[in-house]
């Protein structure tokens, strides 16, 4: 009699773990922000996310802001960001939690979905392909009259209005005007002592991994070093720091350092120019971060 209660005892454990302990995989879905002077309808762009998705076997789609390439360059990043806030929180397929992957300038509007969107769906892994996270210091390659304007009027109201990269421009010698007039990615870093935003702090802090990649032959990213927060002291444009010697980090105004500690941050470096990014690379460095994850009914 003891025996079969025993018997029935163990087959009820048994049911219990096979029944409440089963692995499930959650398919996570994905967004591509692509950078500046590019639109989701480009052939590269479109090709890229089934790529990813194809890699992945993860649901992914690119996520256009305005009219694309236009706005890229136009819209102020603060209203880009701002859109892709109302856009993700009105997709019912990342209602439960997303990722993103974001190529150069539009890694500055991921990061804006991570630190302003209110009441949005969380954001788990962020994978951030040449994005210029601590700022450039100048505009190479560049002779046209937007470009003139950026260096000769960066921190005016209008420019700061009506072209895009003026939000994330950091002269090194002009650090007042910086703080006082940029309006981007001083908000963005917590930079300004009197106005750091816990809350932004701990909305970047929650991602689950961040994965930080740098071009080794960039030429458009200036530093490059920008692409894993490192950057110039302030007034000076030597040397250049390591992200871990950066106030940014050290004060963990935005919680890198919180995120680094934790074993949570990957600073990637691939050979190329800027997001000329090999297979191979992409298969090592962005596909582990969208693939499905077991978890356990119970």
């Keep these: 009699m003891m025996k079969s209660f025993q018997r029935c005892a163990l ?27 590019d639109q989701c309808s480009n052939g590269g762009i ?12 993860s649901p992914g789609s690119c996520l256009e ?30 209602s439960q939690g ?16 991570i630190e302003f969107c209110d009441n949005a769906p969380p954001v ?42 003026s939000g994330y421009i950091k002269l090194p010698n002009e650090m007042s005007k910086y703080l006082e007039h940029s309006k981007y990615l001083p908000k963005l870093n917590n930079e300004r002592p009197n106005e750091r935003s816990s809350i932004y702090k701990e909305r970047f802090t929650s991602l689950h991994n961040l994965v930080l990649v740098m071009f080794q032959g960039d030429k458009v990213v200036m530093p490059k070093e920008s692409c894993w927060f490192g950057y110039y002291p302030d007034r000076a444009s030597t040397p250049l720091l390591p992200p871990q010697q950066t106030k940014l ?28 990014m090999a297979h191979v690379d992409v298969v090592k460095h962005v596909v582990p971060y969208l693939q499905n994850h077991p978890t356990f009914l119970s």
Aim: proline residues 5%; contains cysteine.
């Design 46 to 57: 479109s090709s890229f996310t089934q790529l990813l998705s194809n890699l992945s076997s």
């Design 98 to 113: 997303y990722n993103i992957v974001a190529q150069s300038q539009g890694n500055l509007v991921a990061r804006g979905l």
């Design 124 to 165: 788990f892994n962020y994978v951030s392909l040449g994005g210029p996270h601590a700022g450039i210091a100048n505009i190479p390659k560049c002779t046209s009259p937007v470009c003139q304007l950026l260096r000769t009027d960066v921190y005016s109201d209008y420019v700061q209005d009506h072209i895009a990269p």
């Design 11 to 37: 087959l009820v454990r048994t049911l219990y773990i096979f029944f409440f302990f089963i692995p499930l995989t959650i398919s996570v879905p994905f967004i591509l922000l692509h950078g500046i002077r």
């Design 65 to 94: 802001i305005g009219n694309g390439e236009q706005d890229s360059v136009s819209m102020p990043l603060m209203k880009q960001a701002s859109i892709a806030c109302e856009k993700v929180k009105h997709m019912k397929e990342l």
């Design 249 to 276: 980090y050290t004060e963990d105004w935005i919680g890198l350092k919180t995120l680094d500690a934790a074993g949570k941050v990957k600073f990637v470096s691939v050979p190329g120019e800027h997001l000329q």
